[in-house]
């Protein structure tokens, strides 16, 4: 059993910090891309709050596709280039997103959604998945929050 998360009280960079060492502590020894991406979007689905979606998109055959995630059922398959998912995987640019109904081509997948942040996992200079964490709330997310799930990009870029 595992009680990883972050302490709450802890001011924001620091629950990040602390998010990062328990994903590689879990992921540590083992290969298994989706059994790992499985694990952290557990975590940060326990470190996280106000989420109703957080997980992965994988990189096959130029497209994202769907792997562990954890939130109501999602879009199985997004190309590049398209909602915020996309934009991440077509640019490399983490994408921090206040409003999504005001992201032209955005992907409605939950109806609940109302700010998106997604981060793109970088092996070689080339996006090989994305990190996508969805909230009900707008402007949930702040540059602190990009940083920290950037920091968890490198950690699994080295599993990929």
Known sequence: MFDLAPDPDLPKPQQYAELARSAASLVTGEKDAVANMANIAALIWLSVPTLNW????????????????????????????????????????????????????????DAASRSELVVPVMVGGMVRAVIDLDSPRPDRFSQEDAEGLEALARIVAEFL
């Open 54 to 109: 957080a997980g992965f998109y994988r990189v096959i055959d130029k497209e994202l596709v769907l792997g562990p995630f954890i939130g109501k059922p999602a879009c199985i398959r997004i190309p590049f280039g398209q909602g915020v998912c996309g934009t991440a995987a077509a640019t490399g640019v983490t994408q921090l997103v206040p409003d999504v109904h005001a992201f032209p081509g955005h992907i409605a997948c």
